[in-house]
């Protein structure tokens, strides 16, 4: 992928979100980055702008451990959404864990395409980025 028009952040820690975001810009391959500190609030915003697919991310780079809705839970969420949507999404889990089960269930979901281990670095991200 040459060029990533909107990213979507899912993570409620602060100071990941503001490294992410820095990374992000620090490819220049993604125009726009949206965040969300909970899943919750990302279906919110895409279901309102689900038939505006210039709206829509490209990408959501989600965390594993948050409150109000985990991974499991905005996968299951993002699931049903999905058919409604006016475009693809491609979303990629990024953790601390290496717990192997996270992993092979990650794999199950058709959704996801990568499991990313935190620190995510600019040459990581410019490598899965590329690579979608």
């Not at 969420?77 to 058919?83: A, N, W, Y």
């Not at 990629?92 to 990313?116: G, P, W």
Request: with cysteine.
């Amino acid at each position: 992928m040459d060029k990533v028009r909107k990213v979507c952040v899912i993570d409620d820690g602060d100071i990941y979100q503001f490294l992410l975001n820095k990374e992000l810009k620090s490819t220049q391959i993604v125009d726009k980055i949206l965040v969300f500190s909970d899943g919750a609030k990302a279906l919110e915003f895409m279901t309102q702008v689900k038939d505006t697919p210039e709206e829509l991310p490209d990408i959501i780079f989600l965390d594993v451990n948050m409150p109000v809705m985990n991974k499991w839970e905005f996968l299951d969420e993002f699931i049903l959404l999905r058919p409604r949507l006016s475009k693809g999404i491609v979303i990629l889990i990024v953790s601390s864990s290496f717990d192997k089960r996270d992993i092979e269930r990650a794999k199950q979901y058709a959704e996801v395409s990568d499991y990313i281990i935190k620190p995510v670095t600019r040459s990581n991200l410019v490598n899965v980025l590329r690579t979608i």
